[in-house]
Nanobody, 115 residues
Framework: QVHLVESGGGLVQAGESLRLSCTTSVRIFMLNAMGWYRQAPGKQRELVASIRGGGSTNYADSVKGRFTISKNNAENLVALQMNSLKPEDTAVYYC?????????WGQGTQVTVSS
């Protein structure tokens, strides 16, 4: 079982930045992959960014150049730095990790970007 604790959401204006953090109960190096997803009202949950154990990253086209995913092995933490936020980035953001062939999800953190 993996427990995830997210933090860092909030209300910001367009153009501002936020940093989301996800702390895991399992050592980062034991995870196959980690990522951030988001779900806006009335829409399906979508992948925002992911990072594999070796460090390779993947981003949704809509956030490339604005968001950066990173991991800190010493702190068992996965972070999502979000710059130049847009109103369309408004959603609940979820941390996801893959461990032992299973997916685990955080409780979600609300990000709201006003225009």
């Amino acid at each position: 079982q993996v427990h995830l604790v997210e933090s860092g959401g909030g209300l910001v204006q367009a153009g501002e930045s936020l940093r989301l953090s996800c702390t895991t109960s399992v050592r980062i190096f034991m995870l196959n992959a980690m990522g951030w997803y988001r779900q806006a009202p009335g829409k399906q949950r979508e992948l925002v960014a992911s990072i594999r154990g070796g460090g390779s990253t993947n981003y949704a086209d809509s956030v490339k150049g604005r968001f950066t995913i990173s991991k800190n092995n010493a702190e068992n933490l996965v972070a999502l730095q979000m710059n130049s936020l847009k109103p369309e980035d408004t959603a609940v953001y979820y941390c996801n990790v893959q461990y032992a062939l299973n997916d685990y999800w955080g409780q979600g953190t609300q990000v709201t970007v006003s225009s």
